[in-house]
């Protein structure tokens, strides 16, 4: 059997696809609105959160975007920490959208650090929001989202979170971890095609949203409240892909938070153990290495372009290479949605069979 084992899309159960395929209804209707707030209470069960929440149809990046002219100004201070080519592009949309954007970065395959970004905070009072990558799909590595939030609202800041790779997969109590805006997408740990990019939106990011004065229209959270009420979205849905989260997040539910993290931790120690057992090494610091996507270092003689592609004609496993700076340097294995330790042990093992073959 194949494996698409990239950092999203994911693979989705049969039931998923299937529910993809259900007749469309009217976005307008009753049924269409009774489905949204299901989906929407549902979704905050898995956020841990009490607050709003919205679907909009788009990838992470559109939500990303959402997250930044919902919430500030154009000449707004914001602090972004980036520490790979994700956090960068939230970094560069900040910019774009007029905001003075200052970076803290961490050295690709690092995690963040919080006593910097404390440092940063004090250098700087007239900082309005703090925006960061809880998972790195591109390094591999999970900040210590907990601890960097106490100390971002120890200065009372607003606290932006690129949760696309991690919420749903790994730990991200939104409310106890005080996030403003926490944003994810449907191709990613929720065994969903993508299409849909979901966000919660604190008190503290209404208020926000009040003053900010950053263009928006097709991303703006007022319409997006004002239409929930009504169980609407303002604009035509990807009504295929509400479907198909109503019957991944009865699946999710039905594991359980707590299963779901287990699982997610179990595979990825299995992925980082196999990996170092094959004489390759993690290319993330292994303290922050994430349990939804592995990094791995590319070994001196090994052609990371022949090995991907005999992996993906032989054994039909699709792995991801390395992005912008890091192409050729590594590679990822995806871990996170419907996947067990099983389909790890396979992919190890025709690793174990390919990485010989694509060496020098
Ligand atoms: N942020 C992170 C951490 C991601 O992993 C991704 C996608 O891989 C994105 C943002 C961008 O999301 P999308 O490609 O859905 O726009």
């Known amino acids: 059997m194949g494996q698409l084992r990239i950092p999203g899309p994911t693979p989705c159960p049969p039931e998923v696809l299937q529910a993809m395929a259900w007749q469309m209804i009217n976005h307008r209707g009753p049924e269409f609105g009774e ?6 209470a549902k979704l905050k069960q898995l956020f841990q959160t009490k607050n709003d929440l919205y679907l909009l149809t788009c990838s992470g990046t559109g939500g990303l975007e959402a997250a930044i002219v919902n919430t500030l100004s154009p000449g707004d201070k914001v602090l972004s920490v980036t520490v790979g080519a994700f956090g960068d592009r939230f970094t560069s949309m900040a910019e774009v959208f007029g905001a003075e954007v200052i970076p803290v970065r961490a050295e690709w395959g690092k995690a963040a650090d919080p006593d910097e970004i404390r440092r940063a905070l004090q250098k700087e009072p007239g900082i309005k929001a703090v925006m960061i990558t809880h998972n790195e799909t591109s390094t591999g590595v999970t900040n ?3 601890t960097i939030s106490a100390v971002v ?3 009372d800041k607003l606290l932006l979170v690129d949760a696309v790779s991690s919420i749903g997969s790994i730990d991200l109590p939104v409310d106890k971890w005080r996030c403003d805006v926490t944003v994810t997408a449907s191709q990613k740990g929720w065994m969903v095609p993508p299409g849909m990019a979901m966000v919660s939106v604190s008190k503290e990011a209404w208020q926000a949203h009040a003053k900010a004065r950053m263009p928006r229209f097709h991303w703006d959270f007022a319409r997006a409240q004002k239409y929930l009420e009504i169980g609407q979205t303002p ?3 990807a009504v295929s892909i509400v479907f198909a989260l109503s019957v991944a997040l009865d699946m999710m539910l039905k594991e359980g938070l707590s299963n779901i993290f287990a699982r ?3 595979v990825g120690q299995a992925a980082r153990e196999g990996i170092k057992s094959l004489g390759l090494s993690l290319f993330a610091d292994e303290k922050y290495a994430s349990d939804t996507v592995t990094a791995v270092s590319v070994k001196d003689g090994l052609d990371v372009k022949e090995m991907l592609k005999i992996l993906r004609e032989e054994y039909q496993i699709v792995l ?4 912008q700076s890091l192409q050729g340097k590594i590679f990822r294995i995806g871990h996170l949605g419907l996947i067990t ?11 174990r069979e390919v990485l010989p073959r694509a060496s020098s």
Do not use: C, N, Y
């Open 35 to 40: 489905m949204l707030h299901d989906v929407t």
């Open 144 to 146: 210590d989202l907990a």
């Open 153 to 155: 609202k120890e200065f």
């Open 235 to 237: 604009w035509t849905p």
């Open 264 to 266: 997610h931790a179990r």
């Open 320 to 323: 991801a290479g390395g992005q």
């Open 341 to 351: 330790e099983e389909d790890i042990k396979e992919i190890l093992s025709a690793l």
